[in-house]
């Protein structure tokens, strides 16, 4: 949590240092939503599906050339996860599983981003810095044994555990979009992590299945400038 503390007062510390020298710095708001899913080398992948989830925060645009190019650091709460999709699957010991119940994710998501403005139409991409602050794991297991008999249901225990996961992730934010002159904007964006998110000697998360897995998601939303003419 101190990296994250350090980058956000890095961020506003900047921002303030920018005001005070420029008077069409603008601070801004930003909402919408994450389609998110998992990347990399998943094992039993078609259990594993997109989920929905919130995204919110603030942002300051700094211009470097007016009115063309500019950066922009936001502070974003961000739900990324999956969905277990009812598929039955064979695991290791023979038997049949299937996987029920949503896994979720709650991420301050710090991108930094090099913003070009042609007209309205915004092109954007840059850094991005993500601190796990929690998880919820949801998931309900059928098991049918290898042999034959009745299955069992087991739901997911510590289901608020994050001892297994890396809550430290760098990653990457690119999108386009369109921002009218006062100042809001509607922007698609894609963000993906460097790394995997669940620690590499852990092999007990998913029964190791997403040992390889990495944080993707495309994003949705409305952003909003104060100050637009």
Not at 29 to 40: E, F, K, Q, T, V
Not at 117 to 122: D, T, V
Request: hydrophobic share 35%.
């Amino acid at each position: 949590m101190k990296k994250s503390a350090f980058l956000i007062g890095a961020l506003f510390a900047t921002a303030a240092v920018s005001s005070a020298q420029a008077q069409d710095v603008r601070f801004g708001l930003r909402a919408g939503a994450n389609y998110s899913n998992l990347a990399g080398n998943i094992k039993n992948e078609d259990t594993y599906n997109n989920k929905i989830g919130f995204l919110g925060g603030v942002m300051v645009n700094v211009p470097v050339v007016e009115g063309f190019f500019s950066v922009q650091p936001e502070i974003l709460y961000s739900q990324k996860g999956f969905e277990n999709k009812p598929t039955e699957f064979t695991d290791i010991l023979g038997r049949k599983q299937k996987r029920e119940g949503d896994v979720n994710f709650n991420y301050i998501d710090v991108p930094v981003l090099l913003k070009i403005n042609a007209a309205g139409f915004i092109v954007e991409a840059g850094p991005q810095y993500s601190y796990l602050l929690s998880s919820n794991n949801e998931t309900k297991t059928t098991i049918t044994p290898a042999l034959g008999g009745a299955p069992s249901t087991v739901e997911a225990r510590d289901k608020n555990d994050v001892s297994g996961l890396n809550r430290n992730e760098l990653g990457y934010l690119a999108g386009v979009g369109y921002q009218a002159e006062n100042g809001l904007s509607l922007n698609l964006r894609y963000t993906g992590a460097f790394s995997d998110f669940v620690k590499s000697d852990d092999n007990s998360y998913f029964d190791g299945d997403l040992k390889n897995a990495r944080h993707s998601a495309f994003q949705l939303s409305l952003g909003y400038l104060i100050g637009g003419k």
